[in-house]
T-cell receptor, first 115, second 111 residues
Framework: DSGVTQTPKHLITATGQRVTLRCSPRSGDLSVYWYQQSLDQGLQFLIQYYNGEERAKGNILERFSAQQFPDLHSELNLSSLELGDSALYFC??????????????FGPGTRLTVL | GESVGLHLPTLSVQEGDNSIINCAYSNSASDYFIWYKQESGKGPQFIIDIRSNMDKRQGQRVTVLLNKTVKHLSLQIAATQPGDSAVYFCAENSGYSTLTFGKGTMLLVSP
């Protein structure tokens, strides 16, 4: 168990809908990262937050947004869902989020299925 | 469990053999390289990392080799066990701890 929790574990929804995925980082970790894992694209970095502020952005669609709250939990919002958004979404956390590398601990993921 | 990739390169070994998983990376400016293990239905789990100023690092039963000349990374697992069966990903730190992952290799260990 990495100490990172994600809810829900599974989510099934329809095209055009909006969903929210939730992540609680390890105790003491200030940085949260979101990744998408699909069969054709592999594991891709979406966005990083550090202590409530956006720190880095990857291949995140404009339909997707995230935030990190004062208690450091994070939410990833996916809107106008398309079939291609079906994937595993992972959250990871690390103690800090500076320019140098810090070990990231991954949660168990949320499996999103868009029908 | 859930499959993380249906078209991954696969390495099949016998229990007790040594396994070598290879990875090519893209960014010569990356300062850290990391190997992750992902079991079916779980998130990636850290195995070992290596700084770009090193060429070898050893852990428990695992060794990572880094060849910056050809941008190549390898993970060696000694005395492979059935519990080592998983998908293995290399990742490079592209700055601010944002990781760029490779496509992954599936390791299958037969008893």
């Amino acid at each position: 168990d990495s100490g990172v929790t994600q809810t829900p574990k599974h989510l099934i929804t329809a095209t055009g809908q909006r969903v929210t995925l939730r992540c609680s980082p390890r105790s003491g970790d200030l940085s949260v990262y979101w990744y998408q894992q699909s069969l054709d694209q592999g594991l891709q970095f979406l966005i990083q937050y550090y202590n409530g502020e956006e720190r880095a952005k990857g291949n995140i669609l404009e339909r997707f947004s995230a935030q990190q709250f004062p208690d450091l939990h994070s939410e990833l919002n996916l809107s106008s869902l398309e079939l291609g958004d079906s994937a595993l979404y992972f959250c990871a956390s690390s103690f800090v989020g500076g320019n140098s590398y810090n070990e990231q601990f991954f949660g168990p993921g949320t499996r999103l299925t868009v029908l | 469990g859930e499959s993380v990739g249906l078209h991954l390169p696969t390495l099949s070994v016998q229990e007790g053999d040594n396994s070598i998983i290879n990875c090519a990376y893209s960014n010569s400016a990356s300062d850290y390289f990391i190997w992750y293990k992902q079991e079916s239905g779980k998130g990636p789990q850290f195995i070992i990392d290596i700084r770009s100023n090193m060429d070898k690092r050893q852990g428990q039963r695992v060794t990572v080799l880094l060849n910056k000349t050809v941008k190549h990374l390898s993970l060696q697992i000694a005395a492979t066990q059935p519990g080592d069966s998983a998908v293995y990903f290399c990742a490079e730190n592209s700055g601010y701890s944002t990781l760029t992952f490779g496509k992954g290799t599936m390791l299958l260990v037969s008893p």
